[in-house]
């Protein structure tokens, strides 16, 4: 929460990592929920905005918590403020970095939608004081919730890599003590996601009906998460847009109470609550696109989970509706590196698909312990694809290659072989005399793309005849230097990167490949063109360098050494 942000928001969003040694992460790198899970969740009830909600008693009267669990259960699936919120801490997990498969607790659970919705990235459990919220989730198939305190609960230490307190500990009257009690719950290296509500000036019946002590400041949450063993990451405010409709609707119920002083959590008109939601869209968008959260660093400055080595290679394949050619394309894979005879893994990245790519990946990897998956919830660019793939992989080297495999896999071999020394990346290249093109893509997208590199090598990488060819090899070293912090999350990624590789004094080797166009190609040439070339120029004038620290100077334009 930005000191310049404060007067903006009405909600407080927190991001907070275990004080202590990290974790080392499971390696099946999958985004599913586990084999014997708790959680077999049912679907979600149909929305019906014809329909009214159940009938509620007043506030005053003794089934206060009967009537507030209720509408949370009825409301949650669809209300566009529950909604927005679960977008915003899918963002804040995407800059987490998070461990595979993390033991997750949901503390002040409510009805369990949360635990639906974050519950199938690992082994989930739940824990809520009241025993009406354990009904409903048990309604909604949810086995793994107990009734207890946060302040005392029944779990040992340790126990999970991440909690969620989601508009939890400003109903407790010592909120201090609860945040104590999950430290000693999570794992060393644990991670907390944390929302409560903003401002005491806010303070509304809404508060009074929902049993709330108090609202929150950014300088005053961080006050009480000192010395709870809670080191904050990543402080922020959302909803900011919807302020002033807050405020309006706040002065109007003081100016005209309301016969019976209900929550604000009414459910509006269908076409009402999707524009509602959009702002928040925006904010969790603007989330996922800031500097990612720190990780854990070892002596050397390198991710001590993502410097594993154990397998001799990683592959990479970043997949946006690749339902049709992918499993194919994984067949190929299984035939051609099971010839090898050395140790290697296949990571899959679904960047956001809706046409069951995920599902066919799955399916492949029921007979295939070397392919695992990795689920991006919302379409973040191939960038982000394939940064989160290398920084999940385990691999002394570290490849990526697009999921038509234009460029063949035969050549892999031939890039590998140039590592090595001063050499931390090979790359496929379409540019050289030796290269073979044995079909060529169409002639205005051709030209767009010579136009592209052209620009590259004049404002960035000098020297770097095609930096798009999608076949890259790295050492695990340069992967976790040059993706860490990477910027740029589309297709303009390649320059960021090799840049960066300039920047560390390493030399890159351009090695002329056999290629073959593909069709159905995912760049556009209206929407990706001008966003690759203002990335570009961002890259060249040190744009990204100020925004990720403030201070550091632009990438310069280092000539290169011998690499090809």
């Not at 009938?55 to 949650?76: F, I, M, N, T």
């Not at 340790?158 to 969620?164: I, S, T």
């Not at 998956?373 to 999940?392: C, D, F, P, S, Y």
């Not at 770097?464 to 230097?481: E, N, P, S, W």
Request: charged share 25%; net charge positive.
């Amino acid at each position: 929460m930005k000191g310049g942000q404060r007067y903006e928001e009405q909600a407080g969003v927190l991001l907070a990592r275990a004080q202590g040694a990290g974790v080392a992460a499971s390696r099946d790198g999958r985004v599913g929920r586990p084999v014997g899970s708790a959680f077999r969740a049912r679907r979600p009830l149909r929305y019906d905005p014809t329909l009214p909600l159940s009938s509620r008693a007043p506030v005053c009267s003794k089934g206060v918590d009967e009537w507030r669990y209720r509408e949370q259960y009825e409301l949650e699936d669809w209300h566009w403020w529950f909604r927005a919120r679960r977008r915003v801490i899918w963002a804040l997990l995407g800059r987490a970095g998070i461990v595979a498969a993390p033991r997750i607790l949901d503390a002040g659970c409510g009805t369990g939608r949360n635990l639906v919705e974050f519950g199938g990235l690992g082994r989930a459990e739940g824990v809520d004081v009241s025993p009406q919220a354990v009904e409903y989730c048990r309604q909604r198939g949810l086995t793994g919730v107990q009734e207890a305190p946060l302040e005392r609960l029944p779990f040992e230490d340790g126990r999970f890599n991440l909690v969620l307190a989601t508009d939890v500990i400003e109903h407790l009257d010592d909120d201090r003590t609860a945040l104590t009690e999950l430290r000693r719950a999570a794992a060393p290296g644990a991670h907390l996601i944390l929302t409560v509500p903003a401002y005491s000036w806010l303070w509304s019946q809404h508060d009074v009906s929902l049993h709330h002590h108090r609202r929150y400041t950014a300088r005053r949450l961080q006050a009480r998460m000192t010395g709870t063993g809670w080191e904050p990451v990543v402080q922020s405010y959302f909803y900011s847009a919807l302020l002033p409709v807050v405020v309006a609707a706040r002065t109007a119920r003081k100016l005209r109470p309301p016969q019976h002083p209900y929550s604000d959590l009414t459910l509006a008109p269908a076409a009402v609550n999707r524009l509602l939601e959009l702002p928040a869209r925006r904010g969790a968008a603007h989330q996922a696109r800031r500097t990612p959260a720190r990780r854990c660093v070892g002596g050397d400055g390198v991710h001590g989970s993502v410097m594993d080595g154990s397998v001799a290679l990683s592959i990479v394949v970043p997949a946006y509706n690749e339902a049709l050619r992918l499993p194919s394309a994984l067949e190929r894979m299984r035939f051609h590196f099971n010839s090898l005879g050395e140790e290697y893994e296949v990571i899959v990245v679904d960047d956001g698909s809706d046409d069951g790519t995920a599902e066919r990946v799955e399916l492949v990897a029921q007979n295939w312990s070397e392919l695992s998956i990795i689920r991006l919830l919302v379409n973040a660019g191939k960038g982000a694809a394939v940064r989160e793939g290398m920084l999940r992989a385990r691999g002394r080297e570290r490849a990526f290659t697009d999921a038509d495999l234009s460029t063949p896999l035969e050549e892999l071999a031939r890039l590998r072989a140039r590592l090595g020394g001063d050499c931390h990346a090979a790359i496929a290249s379409r540019g050289l005399p030796d290269s073979t093109i044995e079909l060529r893509q169409p002639r205005a997208r051709q030209f767009a793309g010579q136009t592209y590199n052209r620009l590259v090598r004049l404002l960035v990488l000098p020297g770097i005849r095609d930096t798009q060819c999608g076949l890259k090899v790295f050492t695990d070293t340069a992967a976790v230097t040059c993706f860490t912090p990477l910027r740029t999350m589309r297709f303009g990624f390649d320059a960021e990167v090799l840049a960066r590789m300039r920047r560390q004094g390493w030399s890159i080797a351009e090695v002329p490949v056999h290629w073959r166009h593909a069709e159905a190609s995912r760049v556009s040439a209206g929407r990706d063109a001008p966003r690759m070339l203002l990335d570009l120029l961002r890259l060249r004038f040190g744009l990204f360098e100020t925004e990720a620290t403030g201070s550091e100077p632009a990438l310069e334009r280092a000539q290169s050494v011998s690499e090809r």
